[in-house]
């Protein structure tokens, strides 16, 4: 089969597109012939590297997608050759105290696809059967491959860690990003009043206000934070959901009411941020971090796609050999949503 594999990490050249013996199944997996693999910013730090953290090279990124069974692993049942399914991105390798607790995300035996096993970069992908979520016809490939770590990471963060209310009002930064364009639909399904959401250019931020946001300010202006507390009268925001990290952090903070909630998955633009631990107690603010979720929340999330609750925002798809390109878009903040790659280059 044809796969891209990361034998070491560097610039796009990295981003090997070659040939690899086809996996088999083994008891209670399934192989999937995949026919949409989902971007994310994740796969760019797998390419990349991070400092002080290893990832298993040679390695096939991508950690989400959608296709169809073609092979059954002994003991599998319930699941059949020929159907359509997506890949639920977070896999875990024992039962624990944290499954048992539906906290999947948070068993030291959790991994995600593309980064701590091969993923779904490739003609074919074999995965445990229990990440093969059956899908509807109506859902296409692409949009099944494209909606399930950016919903996930967006409802953990929304629903689960900031516990998003009616009546709240929600500060989304990066509105392009796939993460948040899914935290603006759910502030929304969780009953916010006003949703505002940062990003750079006016035409990203119709696209904002077209998925929910009643306010789109620019994070380019050094003075966004005032322009967040004109929006909203004077008070501030209840919730701010947040990815980019050490640009923001501190002016989230001053944008926060008294008893406000903080909630990031990542950093983008940088580890460290100075805190104001006064600001913190004084107001009561909640500091949270997030990260994936679990598998319950990614079927739920799949019944809201199917059922038009969620809209999957799909900016491009992509043959399989330009994953370089991908990588160079996701980079360079030329995306709306998500990108999407076809093997195959149907």
């Known amino acids: 089969m044809k796969a891209v594999v990361i034998h070491e990490h560097g610039d796009y050249d990295k981003l090997v597109f070659e040939d690899r013996p086809t996996p088999e199944p083994g008891p209670g997996e399934v192989r999937i012939a995949v026919k949409a693999a989902g971007l994310n910013h994740l796969d760019t730090w797998v390419r990349r590297g991070v400092p002080g953290h290893a990832f ?21 049942s319930g699941l059949e050759a020929g ?88 500060l989304v930064h990066a509105a392009g990003s796939g993460v948040s364009t899914m935290a603006i639909q759910i502030a929304r399904l969780a009953g916010a009043k006003h949703i505002l959401a940062t990003t750079s ?58 008893g406000g909630r903080y909630v990031f998955c990542g950093a983008t633009t940088g580890p460290k941020a100075d805190i104001n631990l006064n600001l913190v107690f004084f107001k009561n603010i909640a500091v949270l971090g997030s990260t994936m979720g679990s598998l319950g929340d990614v079927h739920r999330l799949l019944g809201l796609v199917e059922a038009g609750k969620l809209e999957v925002v799909v900016d491009d798809v992509l043959p399989l050999d330009q994953v370089g390109e991908a990588h160079r878009r996701i980079e360079n903040r030329e995306v709306f949503g998500k990108l999407v790659l076809r093997p195959g280059g149907e």
């Not at 995600?112 to 059967?129: K, L, N, R």
């Not at 696209?207 to 306010?215: S, V």
Request: glycine share 10%.
């Open 56 to 76: 298993p090279l040679p390695i096939v990124p991508g950690c989400d997608g959608a296709g169809v069974i073609d092979a059954l692993g002994e003991g599998v």
């Open 83 to 170: 159907q359509r399914v997506v890949i639920a991105p977070g896999v875990t390798t024992k039962d624990d105290v944290w499954t048992a607790r539906g906290l999947d995300q948070l068993s030291p035996s959790y991994g995600i696809f593309g980064e701590t096993q091969d993923g779904t970069c490739a003609e074919q992908v074999v995965v445990p059967a229990r990440n093969a979520l059956p899908i509807a016809d109506h859902l296409s490939f692409e949009d099944a491959a494209a909606f399930p770590l950016v919903s996930l990471t967006a409802w953990n963060m929304v629903v689960r860690r900031a516990k998003v209310e009616p009546g709240d009002t929600v």
């Open 201 to 258: 250019s006016e035409e990203k931020a119709k696209r904002a206000e077209a998925l929910g946001a009643d306010d789109v300010v620019d994070y380019t202006d050094p003075n966004w934070s005032r322009e967040v507390k004109k929006r909203t009268g004077g008070r501030g925001v209840d919730v701010v959901v947040d990815h980019v990290g050490q640009a923001t952090f501190a002016s989230s903070l001053k944008v926060l009411v008294r």
